[in-house]
């Protein structure tokens, strides 16, 4: 490998891959150093069959209409499905009559207000502060959360989860939302299996010592988790401890995908939805023959999403098996066969799914997204200010990066 160059990008998820495009289209010598086998980071399409891509990471277009990923990835030959996401209804009413849905998304509602109010006073307490003394709804509040931040509430800023912005329509790609990123990868100029462990400031030129070896840069675009730079595998020297407190401040949250191949899907919805229990945090949210394919795809977050990950491979699929054949009947259970489960808590360059900030820590996000000496540049969803967690949120803070490394070399 070359070992000198214009810029490097550390990382090739959503926000490196935007990065490196931006900086490829300059003539400034630019390369991506990427620690997977692979590109895409928290976007990832696989086949669980040869003709069913399921994503595990990232599925959704959010605030697809102000989505600026969602135009590119149409014109590149991708199928955006705009039909509307299944997770407010409860298929047959399982357990759950209309009255209690009622019920529940106001108890939401109120719980929102009451929070957002707080945040807009400057109140930056964890939102579970919020939630009604003994209210019916606050454990389903609670799962909301862990899916949602992949946190429950006790663990989240009030003041951050106000400050997420979401216009409420969601999209999806047919052929995968992490194939279709994958493919905006200028391949040619990223190094694969390439963790850069070092970065060292203190000359001229910056220094970067990898699994490959060392590379200088004259600028570098830091594109990596929050959890990468919170627990040192990436370090630099002289050492940067706003940036690795920051980074502790806005840890990743934890969801998890099962994916259950279904016999005989035609009795369900399709993209149908059930919630697995109502009167319980740790549960599932089962999305029924999403885009009419035979598959269920639940989903897991927070501290269940957790405590099943560290039990081992497989305790994720036995327990949306459990709550399905408990919900749907024992015959269920024969029409439903494992296909995938993901785990994203123990995946060594993820470690966690999407940020959150800990409540009091709201302004970590803008402290995280700071450039250092106007040379080293930091992008990656959690230093977005409202699209965080996102794919389109990262997608522009690789941009807005690339664009601060490009002014700061004249
Ligand atoms: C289960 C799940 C569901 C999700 N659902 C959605 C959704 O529906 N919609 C949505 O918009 N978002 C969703 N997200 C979140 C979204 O995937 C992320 O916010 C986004 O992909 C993050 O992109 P990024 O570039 O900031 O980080 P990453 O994708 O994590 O990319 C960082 C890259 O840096 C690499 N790296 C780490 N350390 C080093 C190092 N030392 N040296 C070199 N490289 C390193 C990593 O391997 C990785 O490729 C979901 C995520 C998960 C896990």
Redesign the pocket.
């Known amino acids: 490998m070359q070992d000198r160059f214009d810029v490097v990008v550390?990382?090739?998820?959503?926000?490196?891959i935007a990065a490196l495009r931006r900086l490829s289209a300059t003539g400034l010598s630019v390369v991506a150093?990427?620690?997977?086998p692979r590109v895409?980071?928290?976007?990832h399409t696989i086949l669980v069959r040869p003709d069913l891509p399921v994503d595990c990471?990232?599925?959704?277009l959010?605030s697809a209409d102000k989505n600026l990923l969602a135009q590119p990835v149409e014109q590149a030959g991708f199928t955006i499905d705009r039909s509307p996401p299944h997770w407010s209804r409860q298929s047959f009413n399982r357990d759950f009559p209309p009255e209690d849905q009622r019920a529940f998304r106001a108890a939401l509602n109120e719980f929102e207000d009451r929070l957002r109010a707080a945040a807009a006073a400057g109140i930056d307490r964890p939102g579970s502060d919020f939630l009604e003394p003994g209210g019916r709804w606050n454990v389903l509040i609670e799962a909301f959360s862990s899916y949602y931040n992949g946190a429950e509430f006790d663990q989240v800023s009030a003041v951050d989860f106000a400050a997420y912005e979401d216009s409420g329509v969601n999209w999806r790609v047919s052929e995968g939302y992490g194939a279709a990123i994958a493919s905006f990868a200028d391949i040619d100029r990223i190094v694969v299996d390439?963790?850069?462990a070092t970065v060292r400031h203190e000359g001229r030129e910056l220094t970067l010592d990898t699994a490959q070896g060392s590379v200088t840069a004259r600028v570098i675009v830091v594109?990596?988790?929050t959890s990468?730079l919170a627990d040192g595998?990436?370090t630099f020297s002289p050492s940067l401890p706003e940036k690795s407190e920051a980074a502790a401040d806005l840890p990743l949250g934890l969801?998890?995908?099962v994916f259950l191949g279904l016999d005989k899907p035609d009795d369900l919805p399709i993209d149908g939805h059930l919630f697995g229990h109502t009167d319980r945090t740790e549960t599932g949210s089962y999305h029924l023959r999403p885009l009419g394919r035979p598959y269920i795809e639940a989903f897991l977050g927070g501290r269940c999403a957790r405590e099943l990950e560290v039990e081992g491979p497989r305790a994720m699929t036995a327990f949306v098996v459990e709550e399905l054949g408990a919900l749907m009947g024992s015959d269920f259970r024969r029409r439903i066969h494992p296909l995938a489960e993901?785990s994203?808590a123990t995946d060594p360059?993820?470690l966690g799914?999407?940020s959150h900030a800990l409540p009091g820590r709201a302004a970590c996000r803008a402290i995280l997204a700071a450039p250092v000496e106007n040379r080293i540049f930091f992008a990656?969803?959690a230093t977005h200010p409202h699209f965080y967690?996102?794919?389109?949120?990262?997608w522009e803070t690789g941009v807005r990066a690339a664009d601060e490394a490009i002014a700061a070399l004249g």
């Open positions: 550390v990382g090739a998820g959503a926000a490196g150093l990427e620690a997977r895409g980071g928290r976007t990471g990232a599925g959704w959010h390439c963790p850069v594109c990596v988790p990468t595998r990436l969801a998890d995908k993901t994203w360059w993820a799914s999407y990656g969803e967690s996102t794919v389109h949120g990262a």
